[in-house]
């Protein structure tokens, strides 16, 4: 059973460079419109604040979770837009309080969380470094979301090993929630890392392969950016067509981003 604080600790670190970018914004500047149709930088924020408020429910009270997520089965087209608008109706200063709180509780969940603990969740139940990973994923694409808003570059940092974890282990569900059959054979992945070094997953002997910089990867998996944009390449068939409807999140397939010259 691997050690969740590392995943947690990076957590912070990513919640608190993104706190940092969007602190000491103005009201005009919450409102600026980003990259997601229809979404401010108000309705990205609100977005995390809503979803740590559903893992913290998922750690804490089960049962209460499971009611919520009766009504996201219901609506799962219309729930994360709702939640996200409902939060960006809040005065900015009162959003960023609790989205900073939310976190925080989150944190302190999951920190004395026993060991081997499983929450409920949308898709399959998550472990405490799982759902830690899962919420630096969310915080991590979002935040490049405001990021291109206000213009600004954010420095990648080896925080993106998780958002490339989570992206290679959800290639099956990329083409079942397309209702398409996932490749049987294996696929090799080598992503450079921001530091030079290479992270690696699958066998080394696969026929199959996806190679790039880490950092694109990870634009590709949150459908942060299209691929015809990214220096993400793949060897075979399997592996081109999962880099086509790659996504790393749970939910609906996502229509991804158009590309840079259709903009």
């Not at 690696?200 to 299209?226: H, I, M, W």
Request: proline share 8%; aromatic share 8%; charged share 25%.
């Amino acid at each position: 059973m691997s050690d969740p604080t590392v995943v947690l600790d990076d957590l912070r670190s990513e919640s608190d460079e993104l706190d940092r970018l969007v602190g000491e914004l103005s009201a005009d500047d919450w409102a600026r419109p980003t990259p997601a149709p229809r979404w401010s930088i108000a309705h990205q924020i609100a977005h995390l604040a809503w979803t740590d408020a559903a893992a913290l429910l998922a750690v804490t009270d089960a049962e209460a979770f499971a009611a919520e997520t009766e009504k996201a089965f219901a609506a799962p087209y219309s729930f994360v837009d709702e939640g996200a608008e409902q939060g960006a109706a809040q005065p900015p200063a009162e959003l960023l309080a609790r989205w900073r709180e939310g976190r925080e509780q989150l944190q302190k969940a999951l920190r004395a969380a026993p060991p081997g603990s499983r929450f409920p969740w949308y898709g399959p139940p998550m472990s405490v470094a799982s759902t830690a990973t899962g919420r630096l994923m969310e915080t991590w694409a979002h935040g490049q979301d405001i990021a291109d808003a206000l213009g600004a570059v954010r420095e990648p940092t080896d925080r993106l090993r998780h958002v490339a974890y989570i992206g290679v282990r959800a290639r099956d569900y990329a083409f079942g929630v397309r209702s398409l059959t996932p490749p049987t054979a294996p696929i090799r992945v080598d992503l450079t890392a921001p530091g030079g070094e290479v992270w690696t997953y699958g066998p080394a002997d696969a026929e199959q392969k996806v190679s790039g910089p880490a950092l694109d990867f990870c634009l590709l998996v949150t459908q942060r950016a299209n691929r015809a944009d990214l220096a993400v390449r793949a060897d075979g068939e399997d592996a081109d067509r999962w880099l086509d409807i790659a996504q790393a999140f749970a939910g609906p397939a996502g229509p991804g981003r158009a590309p840079k010259e259709a903009l």
